[in-house]
């Protein structure tokens, strides 16, 4: 039986979530305040035992 593939994706704003924190280096931010997300996953049936 083939697996069952799961695909999910999101984006947030950070500072939604109050984390305000910002760090620069060499000029330019290294945190985004936009994160994406993306989750796979792969469900597998196993046969009884």
């Known amino acids: 039986m083939a697996p069952d593939r799961l ?3 999101s984006k947030l704003n950070r500072k939604d979530f109050g984390l305000s924190f910002s ?3 060499d000029g330019k931010f290294v945190v ?3 994160i994406q997300i993306m989750i796979e996953g792969e469900l597998v049936e196993q ?3």
């Open 47 to 49: 046969p009884a035992t």
């Open 32 to 34: 985004s305040d936009e």
């Open 7 to 9: 695909q999910r994706q």
């Open 23 to 25: 760090m620069m280096l």
